[in-house]
């Protein structure tokens, strides 16, 4: 008869019953139908009531624009990108200082931990963007941080300290018992950690990790605040360049909503079928 060990449920789960923590992407095909919809309905309501055959049609103009606004987005997922994996690597060593032994190193990590995790990630974003330099000159070389380069920054500081609770939920979800038999083969707890417990917590971890990485890709359009050239701030400016057309900004911010739904409907989806497969049960 095999002794059943308490398990934490799945971390996803974990994540939506805790204050303040980040909560799961949900989205379905009928969201892309809905913003579909929503550019053509506005685009031809917008064209029947201007009535100007001197100018182009809304969704010629969203073609006119696609180019400039592809490049924004582009921006967009350059931030994500960079900002999520410098993330990871600086949460996958603060969450194991969640977990060491060491009583100080375990403090440090969760003060860390629950500052940049509660700060709010606009703040951040202001402080990289006016606390760190243009330029640093590192001896006769000097090197230009731009403010996209701010921004991952900026964003990657959250990112770590989300990271961090996911490496900690993900081992703490492995049952003592592979800890107790680890030990009892001669293991360290080094060899423990490493060769045990993380390969089995990983596929634990990589639902809550993607789903964070969804919220940071939606989270970028706040570098624009900062004055980043990012797909919302292109999307200002080609409303800018059209004039006074004031029929153009449903369409055109409903646009970049389908941008975004089309870049993180299939990472929602993978990570709704990882939870299914992964899941954890007592």
Known sequence: MSAKFPV??????????????????????????????IILFSSAAADAATGQATQAGVLAVLANWTPLLLRGFGLNILISFLSMAIGTVLGAFLGLGLITPSRPTRAMSWLLTQFFRNAPWLVLLFFMIFLLPFQIHVGSHTISLPGWLKAVIGLALPVMANVAEIVRGGVLSIPPGQWEAAESLGFTRRQQLWLIILPQSVKRMLPPWMNLYAILTTSTTLASIVGVNEVVTLAGQVLAAEGSRPNLLAPIYAYVLLMFFIYTYPIAWATQRLERRYQVRN
Not at 18 to 23: E, K
């Open 8 to 37: 934490i449920l799945p971390l996803n789960a974990t994540l939506q019953r805790q204050p303040g923590g980040l909560p799961t992407l949900r989205l379905a095909p009928w969201h892309g139908i809905v913003l579909a919809a």
